[in-house]
């Protein structure tokens, strides 16, 4: 399989590599600004350590969900490709999607025997294919407060509500095709959200930390666990 000597090459991983280091660097430095800002507003320490452990807890479910997707593209696209492109995005559905249309571009078909234009058809697709997400995200993302407010009407009690709302609305946009397409996936979101509004409920009685830390996690693997078993 000659294009997965090029997929797996030392200079891919080389270039690949140099892309996740600037994440990691990004990431970096926004927790050592966020710390910083922390302190000058009054925000203890305590309230800090308590967000660090619920957001590393909060993304254990969907980083364990990458994690699987990614051995599915790394069969096809190899390790370096795969690595960068889901430390970037994260979304294993649209990668494989993008990959696939690029490998049909470029005369083949996503999988072990495609050739090496196949190959860098897909990467480009899948590359330029998330451009418009990262250019609105860069050009845009500093205004949205001030959108944020003008649809608040300059009352700060609206913005939780705002943000809230738009949560819902996001999560809704990305949960809805799943739930009225009537297979397994119909009965992993329904059966999530049963098991997250049960805790949800449990907490708002107990009160309990782990309970609100842990959530989310319990709910996405016992909504995949009974889509297997149903």
Same mark, same amino acid.
Request: include cysteine; charge should be positive; hydrophobic fraction near 55%.
């Given at each position: 399989?000659?294009?997965?000597?090029?997929?797996?090459?030392?200079?891919?991983?080389?270039?690949?590599?140099?892309?996740?280091?600037?994440v990691v660097f990004q990431s970096v430095l926004?927790?050592?600004?966020?710390?910083?800002?922390?302190?000058?507003?009054?925000?203890?320490?305590?309230?800090?350590?308590?967000?660090?452990?619920?957001?590393?807890?909060?993304?254990?479910?969907?980083?364990?969900?990458?994690?699987?997707?990614?051995?599915?593209?790394?069969?096809?696209?190899?390790?370096?490709?795969?690595?960068?492109?889901?430390?970037?995005?994260?979304?294993?559905?649209?990668?494989?999607?993008?990959?696939?249309?690029?490998?049909?571009?470029?005369?083949?078909?996503?999988?072990?025997?495609?050739?090496?234009?196949?190959?860098?058809?897909?990467?480009?697709?899948? %590359?330029?294919? #998330? +451009?418009?997400?990262?250019? =609105?995200? /860069?050009?845009?993302?500093?205004?949205?407060? $001030? @959108?944020?407010?003008?649809?608040?009407?300059?009352?700060?009690?609206?913005?939780?509500i705002i943000a809230g709302c738009a949560m819902?609305?996001?999560?809704?946009?990305?949960?809805?095709?799943?739930?009225?397409?009537?297979?397994?996936? %119909?009965?992993? #979101? +329904?059966?999530?959200?049963? =098991?997250? /509004?049960?805790?949800?409920?449990?907490?708002? $009685? @107990?009160?309990?930390?782990?309970?609100?830390?842990?959530?989310?996690?319990?709910?996405?693997?016992?909504?995949?666990?009974?889509?297997?078993?149903?």
């Open positions: 399989m000659e294009y997965l000597k090029i997929a797996n090459g030392f200079w891919l991983w080389v270039a690949c590599g140099l892309g996740v280091a600037w926004f927790l050592i600004k966020s710390i910083k800002v922390s302190k000058e507003i009054g925000i203890t320490k305590t309230q800090v350590n308590s967000a660090v452990k619920t957001s590393i807890v909060a993304t254990i479910g969907p980083s364990l969900g990458v994690l699987v997707g990614m051995v599915a593209l790394l069969v096809s696209m190899g390790g370096p490709v795969s690595w960068f492109r889901l430390s970037y995005i994260g979304s294993v559905a649209y990668e494989m999607f993008a990959a696939e249309i690029g490998a049909q571009a470029g005369g083949g078909a996503l999988g072990a025997n495609m050739s090496a234009t196949a190959f860098a058809t897909g990467v480009w697709v899948m %590359t330029l294919g #998330a +451009l418009g997400s990262i250019l =609105i995200t /860069a050009l845009f993302t500093d205004k949205m407060g $001030k @959108l944020e407010n003008i649809m608040a009407g300059g009352r700060k009690e609206m913005l939780p819902c609305g996001t999560f809704s946009y990305l949960c809805m095709d799943r739930v009225f397409r009537f297979n397994s996936q %119909t009965t992993a #979101a +329904l059966s999530g959200f049963i =098991i997250m /509004a049960v805790l949800n409920i449990w907490n708002k $009685k @107990l009160n309990k930390k782990w309970i609100r830390n842990w959530s989310f996690t319990i709910s996405m693997f016992a909504g995949m666990l009974i889509s297997i078993v149903a």
